[in-house]
């Protein structure tokens, strides 16, 4: 390691890099982040281990953000955050090798720092850069001491084989929590229709099993609506498809804010929604349609100037704990009654 005061210029002392460094650190989402205990228990190893393996009586990992520093793990001392001009880790992250400090008091940019005039008057600063894979100094981890001193070859080669220890802990977390926001999107793309942000058929069929499943061990009825709009051809046909995309997105949103938490709106087919009605008897599932009905009856849709009004016809169908078979059976019973509702003239619920 060469001596800081050959490679680093006097203040301020910015790297080179700092928009992509920073850029690099809040990747790693390790700032302001709340509580890790399995995370944060691994890093205090790591930094009382370089205590340790250099003789030191204090260490810190830490990360330079644009105007403060966070020590993120500390041994000897308390976890802090600092203003970057007081902190000697911000002269570790203007190069990738570190920083090595044998006499703090010696040298212009740390003799005036608190830790060096104050408590606990260090002497020796040695750090090893924390260095993303992109090559980017997001951190160091430190030791100091209140004597002055070297490290020696040996301690500091330790001391860079800790920091890529805990930058290999830093960057492993920060995928995990990449691949698991990348699954959970994938999961959602998976059950949610893009066009109506209900459920989309497979994860409707899912909760229906789900529900049917819970209906018969805790003897509770469940109901089903099938709403199919009316004459929904005609809409396209006169108004085009963005037009008959909008009616059906504004139904599905009046349909999924006018039922309970634990109601199941999904989209079942083309211009089709069903929604599963836990706990739920016959009465209360018919009071709910004509509600639906009466409300998709009287909505106002805007697409280039006001569309005409457009209704649904909505079947409804009940199970209790006693007779209940499955969730087929029950949309079966629901699309029945829709096909009644259709027949006596649409814009109605059957049941
Ligand atoms: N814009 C749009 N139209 C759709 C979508 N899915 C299905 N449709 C249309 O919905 C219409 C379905 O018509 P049907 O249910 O057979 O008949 P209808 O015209 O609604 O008449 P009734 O159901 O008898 O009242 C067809 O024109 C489909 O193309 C969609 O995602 N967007």
């Known amino acids: 390691m060469l001596a800081a005061e050959n490679i680093y210029p006097l203040n301020p002392a910015t790297p080179r890099d700092e928009q992509r460094r920073l850029a690099a650190l809040r990747r790693y989402q390790l700032l302001d982040d709340p509580f890790d205990d399995e995370f944060d228990k691994e890093l205090d190893f790591l930094t009382r281990l370089a ?38 880790c911000s002269l570790a992250v203007l190069g990738r090798d570190g920083v090595e400090i044998a006499d703090l008091c010696a040298d212009g940019r740390t003799a005036f720092m608190p830790r060096t005039r104050a408590e606990p008057q260090l002497r020796m600063y040695s750090a090893a850069a924390l260095v993303s894979p992109d ?121 999924s804010e006018n039922v309970r938490v634990i109601d199941v709106p999904g989209r079942y087919g083309g211009g089709e929604l069903c929604v599963v009605l836990p706990n739920t008897p016959p009465e209360g599932a018919l009071k709910l349609a004509e509600n639906l009905r009466a409300k998709i009856a009287a909505q106002i849709h805007r697409e280039a100037g006001r569309l005409p009004p457009v209704t649904a016809s909505i079947g409804v169908a009940s199970f209790n704990h006693m007779d209940i078979s499955d969730g087929d059976g029950l949309l079966r019973q629901a699309e029945e009654a829709l096909r009644r509702a259709k027949a006596n003239g649409r814009n109605r619920v059957e049941c």
């Open 51 to 88: 205590a340790t393996v250099c003789g030191a009586p204090y260490a810190s990992l830490s990360l330079v953000d644009a105007d403060r520093v966070v020590v993120k793990s500390a041994y000897g001392h308390a976890p802090a955050t600092l203003p970057r001009e007081q902190s000697y």
């Open 135 to 255: 090559g980017h100094a997001i951190g160091a981890l430190g030791v100091m001491d209140t004597r002055p001193g070297a490290l020696g070859d040996e301690r500091r080669a330790l001391l860079r084989g800790l920091a890529r220890q805990a930058m290999a802990l830093i960057e492993a977390r920060a995928t995990g929590r990449e691949l698991a926001a990348a699954r959970g999107q994938l999961e959602e793309l998976a059950t949610v229709d893009t066009l109506t942000g209900l459920h989309n058929r497979r994860a409707l069929l899912a909760k229906l099993k789900f529900e049917v499943a819970r209906t018969r061990r805790f003897r509770t009825p469940l109901s089903a609506l099938m709403i199919d709009l009316d004459l929904f051809r005609e809409v396209n046909e006169r108004h085009g498809d963005a037009a008959g995309d909008l009616v059906l997105a504004n139904v599905a949103r009046l349909v």
